[in-house]
């Protein structure tokens, strides 16, 4: 099992729509969550981090941690073209970040 | 505040040539990482820097891999000679806090390709 797992994709939503982003992780230590977007010839960009269970929202982005289930999601409300892009999963184990490979996004206007 | 600075953006070597890759980290950061990107992958973590010290290099490739970070700020990684397998994105990061789990902003990147 990878420690860090994401479906590659592509995921295709409709502009406006909400794009749910999954990731489960196989360390249960793992102490602190994070999401980058990273667009095509780019670096990752952090967007969000979650460090206990439950939720966090800032504007369209929510991140959903579940640690009894290994499970950290990324809600996008209201789905914009400009959010296309690969988004990263990145769990914290040992003070060492480990990345998923990326779900590729795609808005379709 | 300027963020983290990468040179070359480029580069094309031939193998077994040698190859370096400069970054300068967000001003106040003292942990600095290295990573390997390969496409459709996610980054893959080479070394990290608390100042200027490893503290985790087990993932570097040290036959032919090297990196400093001699006065805490600025780091150099080297491949010498190069294969090419090395052909890849390498992306250096900075975070704020001493501590690997923190959140951390990315450079450019330096996209390497060995004929």
């Known amino acids: 099992q990878k420690e860090v797992e994401q479906n590659s994709g592509p995921l295709s939503v409709p502009e406006g729509a909400i794009a749910s982003l999954n990731c489960t992780y196989s360390?249960?230590?793992?102490?602190?969550f994070f999401w980058y977007r990273q667009y095509s010839g780019k670096s990752p960009e952090l967007i969000m981090s979650?460090?206990?269970?439950g939720d966090k929202e800032d504007g369209r982005f929510t991140a959903q941690l579940n640690k009894a289930s290994q499970y950290v999601s990324l809600l996008i409300r209201d789905s914009q073209p400009s959010d296309s892009a690969t988004y990263l999963c990145a769990v914290n184990r040992d003070d060492k970040i480990i990345f998923g490979k990326g779900t590729r996004l795609h808005i379709l206007p | 505040e300027a963020g983290v600075v990468q040179s070359p953006r480029y580069k094309i070597i031939e193998k077994k040539q040698p190859v370096a890759f400069w970054c300068n980290p967000i001003?106040?950061?003292?942990?600095l990482y290295w990573y390997r990107q390969n496409l459709g992958q996610g980054p893959e973590l080479l070394i990290r820097?608390?100042?200027?010290?490893?503290?985790?290099d087990s993932q570097l490739p040290k036959d032919r891999f090297s990196a400093e970070r001699l006065k805490g700020v600025d780091s150099t990684l080297k491949i010498q000679p190069a294969e090419l397998g090395d052909s890849a994105v390498y992306l250096c990061a900075s975070s704020g806090n001493l501590a690997g789990g923190a959140e951390q902003f990315f450079g450019p990147g330096t996209r390497l390709t060995v004929l």
């Open positions: 979650i460090y206990s269970n």
């Open positions: 820097y608390e100042n200027e010290e490893a503290v985790d």
């Open positions: 001003s106040g950061h003292n942990t």
């Open positions: 360390d249960r230590v793992s102490q602190s």
